[in-house]
T-cell receptor
Framework: GAVVSQHPSRVICKSGTSVKIECRSL??????MFWYRQFPKQSLMLMAT?????????EQGVEKDKFLINHASLTLSTLTVTSAHPEDSSFYIC???????????FGQGTRLTVV | AQTVTQSQPEMSVQEAETVTLSCTYD???????LFWYKQPPSRQMILVIR??????QNATENRFSVNFQKAAKSFSLKISDSQLGDTAMYFC????????????FGQGTELSVKP
């Protein structure tokens, strides 16, 4: 299957700072990338959908000013958690989808801890 | 809107035995894909098996097989000869054929394989 790389795998940041998470498709062009949030023992909750070159579409209840998403190229999408607070601590996973694909491919996930 | 329901939060099975995980879904679409993903403690999402809705034949991948009942909107996963490495969270997921990779997940089933 195709490879999606997500970095960092773990990050600890201070309350009030911002943190950026990268999601890269290594061997295919991802026209669409998805960002999910997952709490322990729970399912993946879709936060937003990003299409290359256009603004992300956020799911209801997700603050777009707090979770900034950029999809500037066909191989890279970034999620920036701005002014992070302890309640933003979670596991964030990206997935990527290309027009030639019939399935989405997942990154390894990022465990964010805000202290 | 599509929904996916997994009604078994936890299940356990003895090593070498067979276990079936249940999944039901609701959609008005006629063409779509269904997936089972495994999420081990590493939290990497691993595709176990996929089913195209237009195919009547149930998908199989080695020890993993599905029972796809399109009219009943049911998509169960059977794991034969369970192994300790099968211990993980299992998620059922739905994707529209023209969905661009957007997955709708069930709540998940935590499977424990006991020696």
């Amino acid at each position: 299957g195709a490879v999606v790389s997500q970095h960092p795998s773990r990050v600890i940041c201070k309350s009030g700072t911002s943190v950026k998470i990268e999601c890269r498709s290594l061997d295919f062009q991802a026209t669409t990338m998805f960002w999910y949030r997952q709490f322990p023992k729970q399912s993946l909750m879709l936060m937003a959908t990003s299409n290359e070159g256009s603004k992300a579409t956020y799911e209801q209840g997700v603050e777009k000013d707090k979770f900034l998403i950029n999809h500037a190229s066909l191989t890279l999408s970034t999620l920036t958690v701005t002014s992070a607070h302890p309640e933003d601590s979670s596991f964030y996973i990206c997935s990527a989808f290309g027009t030639a694909n019939t399935e989405a491919f997942f990154g390894q996930g990022t465990r964010l801890t805000v202290v | 809107a599509q929904t996916v329901t997994q009604s078994q939060p936890e299940m356990s099975v003895q090593e070498a035995e067979t276990v079936t995980l249940s999944c039901t879904y609701d959609t008005s679409e006629n063409n779509y894909y269904l997936f089972w993903y495994k999420q081990p403690p590493s939290r990497q999402m691993i595709l176990v098996i996929r089913q195209e809705a237009y195919k009547q034949q149930n998908a199989t991948e080695n020890r993993f097989s599905v029972n796809f009942q399109k009219a009943a909107k049911s998509f169960s996963l059977k794991i034969s000869d369970s192994q300790l490495g099968d211990t993980a969270m299992y998620f059922c997921a739905f994707m529209k054929q023209v969905g661009g990779g957007k997955l709708i997940f069930g709540q998940g089933t935590e499977l424990s394989v006991k020696p």
